[in-house]
């Protein structure tokens, strides 16, 4: 069986649907990964042979002032995840993020280049990468950009805003790869199925800026919206984030043989399939 951890958010919830049979969830009210007895408990009377976890305090900006939280949950919650998995001999696989990288190399990030966070949120996720190793059997796989049908996210901030503007202002001095957790739960799977471990990026291929993205989600929803550009300095959020951090991702192609498509591409699929309302 594969446990889900974190399977309520916007990544388990796709990944959930997605293992069908396989696949098992659970969320915040049936585990605390931040308590050592309630993730010993749970994944010891569960017995997986594989946890996925996808839990973590994801408010990139909130991590700034909640240090504590944001340590507990993306650090330490990962260590004990890994030391239950350690002790049933199950594989862990860690979720992890390109904001673990200080986005100053200018060209894709491959998995042994070093991290360098610039924020709380991508130091207490490299400790949760660190920590993934308590488990001999490891998988740490990084991502960026996620949107998805079951969270909040930047299509549907885009959605809803271009529903009631016709002009908005998006920084567009910082580029990525946005990516379907619907392709990321996919490129998860392969990785399990064929027996990896270590270190794998995965995202959508392709990259744009943030204002590159909107326009996109605009132009394919058919909205008639005007993107202005601004500055990562000008928009002055709390967390300081990469400006350059697409994530290589041959590695992943050449070890399970799937290749994310490209990021336009994903994001038309992902319009159809909200359009259909069949989620
Ligand atoms: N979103 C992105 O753009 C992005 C980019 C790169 C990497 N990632 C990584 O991808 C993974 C999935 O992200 P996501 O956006 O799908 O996350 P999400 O929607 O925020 O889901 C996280 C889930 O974890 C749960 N959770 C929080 N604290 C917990 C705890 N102490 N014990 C158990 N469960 C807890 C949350 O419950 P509550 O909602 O009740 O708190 C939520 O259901 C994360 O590891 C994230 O760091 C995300």
Redo the contacts with the bound molecule.
């Keep these: 069986m594969i446990l889900v951890?974190?399977a309520?958010?916007?990544?388990?919830r796709d990944l959930i649907a997605l293992l069908g049979d396989r696949g098992h969830g659970i969320?915040?009210d049936d585990?605390?990964?931040?308590s050592p007895e309630s993730v010993m408990t749970v994944i010891g009377e569960l017995k997986p042979e594989v946890v996925v976890n996808?839990?973590?305090?994801?408010d990139v900006d909130g991590c700034e002032s909640n240090t504590e939280t944001a340590m507990a949950?993306n650090g330490e919650?990962v260590a004990y995840l890994a030391m239950a998995c350690r002790d049933i001999g199950a594989l862990l696989v860690q979720?992890?993020?390109?904001y673990i990288f200080d986005g100053g190399k200018g060209t894709p990030y491959g998995e042994d280049d070093a991290p360098c966070p610039l924020s709380v949120y991508g130091e207490s996720?490299l400790a949760g990468e660190m920590n993934a190793s308590f488990s001999p059997e490891h998988l740490v796989v990084r991502?960026?950009?996620?949107y998805g049908l079951h969270?909040k996210n930047f299509v549907e901030t885009m959605l809803r805003l271009g529903a009631e503007k016709d002009e908005l202002t998006v920084v567009d001095d910082q580029i990525g790869s946005p990516t379907w957790?619907v392709d990321l739960a996919r490129s998860i799977i392969a990785l399990i199925d064929n027996g990896c471990r270590g270190v794998y990026h995965s995202a959508n291929s392709e990259y744009c800026s943030w204002n590159g993205f909107a326009q996109a989600i605009f132009e394919e929803a058919g909205l008639n919206v005007t993107v202005k550009p601004m500055t990562t300095s000008e928009l002055n959020r709390p967390a300081r984030r990469p400006l350059y951090s697409t994530l290589e991702c041959s590695k992943l192609a050449a070890d399970t043989g799937f290749r994310p498509q490209a990021w336009r591409t994903a994001l038309r699929e992902y319009l159809k399939l909200r359009a259909s309302n069949s989620y």
């Design positions: 951890v974190g309520n958010g916007m990544l388990g969320d915040i585990i605390d990964i931040t996808c839990a973590a305090y994801t949950v919650g979720i992890s993020t390109d996720k991502t960026q950009w996620l969270g957790t």
